[in-house]
């Protein structure tokens, strides 16, 4: 069966979420990496513990109460006010440079956005990267009230877009989401900006494992979950050759 | 209305998941502490994966696939005989010099462990430790097929022993585990082995956060999840102190 739609996944796969680390370095001059990181994998495990728990919170929250943890860890002192204004820096992430060119290039299919992110959150990330006009429709899992790889959240986007799963290409750099998508029977294209082989020459080359790298070996690799993408491509700009093939 | 019994976490909490580094030091010498850490960072990032895609795997396979990712990870081969005799770490972890003086002092009260560890782990982990005779009953989340801090988990510890929720006293050092814990009712003791404090220090006067600190800052803190422990105290052989309190 042919594809008929692309889904992306947001954060991390069309927009970079290292580009909150200009925010945080701002804010909090010397420890803008550290936060970055700590912030951004504390983060995902608040979205898994949450849905784990049955106490689901929007990202907006979990946004800000990650980043208060990493504060608090490093003891950077930081009103709510301050927290939130800092988490905003989630709303206004970088667009991978080539993501808009592939969006363009994919045109003819129906596209779309499945993500972590509350609609508040998505429309205005949407709209400061000026890729809404690109886009059929943008998908949240607050409308399920449970967090990626929960399997409701797959169905829910089959559901949304009227299609056979096997007619969605579901476009991820996140491995834990490219095993849920795929366990729900998606046909799946991991981006891989980064090769093993390129983490592993950073690794030795590395006199110490730093919180980027570490954040990194952690979460930019495949995950060992019983299920692997259809196919790992580079960039953005290889999926209408994909799609093609 | 007074405690009738105390139910430990095991890993992290009564035993030391940091043991494993003389073994994963010797089996792949100067990688010990990166393979400590990525794996059980890892491991438990799996055990919540895995719950929220409702695709359980027993606490064995979670801890061998963990391994194999940080192995690969690293670029550094190993068969999965190797992989499953490196794992077997897990079932020979140190008990804390502590634990066994705070539950002979416990012993008047009920005492138990609840763990992700499956059935046969948790059988040769009590065993070597020989704690077996101490406790009366060692509770699996195996018996649900769900993780920590599932909440049919604590319910089902609570259905096992036949009280009340009021009447156990949870301990954990794992800030996930004292949310999910606090969350279903228990009366929640949390073992802060690091203070927040202690780890400032630890943070300020490093050169560079390497992966045990991150590690640390990681998992050895509570958790922002909307619930807290009822108490935080320093050691196992404080609670019989805090018990009678």
């Known amino acids: 069966m042919a594809i008929a739609a692309v889904v992306f996944d947001a954060y991390g796969t069309l927009f970079d979420v290292q580009s909150v680390a200009a925010a945080t370095e701002a804010a909090f001059p010397g420890h803008g990496t550290v936060?970055?990181?700590l912030w951004r994998l504390k983060q995902l495990e608040y979205t898994w513990l949450r849905s784990l728990m049955g106490r689901y919170?929007?990202?907006?929250t979990v946004t800000r109460d990650s980043l208060a943890y990493a504060l608090e860890t490093l003891g950077l002192p930081a009103t709510p006010a301050e927290i939130a204004r800092l988490a905003d820096a989630y709303d206004a992430l970088s667009l991978y440079p080539e993501a808009r060119l592939a969006l363009e290039a994919l045109a003819p299919l129906r596209l779309a956005i499945f993500s972590n992110g509350s609609?508040?959150?998505l429309e205005r990330l949407v709209a400061q990267a000026g890729i809404a006009p690109?886009?059929?429709t943008v998908i949240s899992v607050d409308e399920i009230g449970a967090y990626k790889p929960d399997p409701r959240g797959y169905a829910h986007v089959e559901a949304?877009?009227?299609?056979?799963r096997e007619q969605i290409l579901f476009v991820s750099s996140n491995g834990f989401d490219i095993a849920g998508a795929k366990a729900h029977g998606f046909r799946v294209a991991r981006i891989a900006r980064l090769t093993d082989e390129a983490l592993r020459s950073e690794l030795d080359a590395a006199a110490t494992i730093d919180p980027m790298l570490?954040?990194?070996?952690?979460?930019?690799?495949?995950?060992r979950l019983g299920f692997t993408a259809d196919a790992t491509i580079a960039r953005l700009?290889?999926?209408?050759?994909?799609?093609?093939a």
């Open 160 to 164: 949304r877009l009227g299609l056979a």
């Open 35 to 37: 936060i970055t990181q």
């Open 57 to 60: 919170a929007d990202f907006g």
């Open 134 to 136: 690109l886009l059929e």
């Open 119 to 121: 609609p508040p959150m």
């Open 214 to 223: 570490m954040f990194k070996a952690l979460r930019m690799r495949p995950e």
């Open 237 to 244: 700009t290889d999926l209408p050759a994909h799609v093609r």
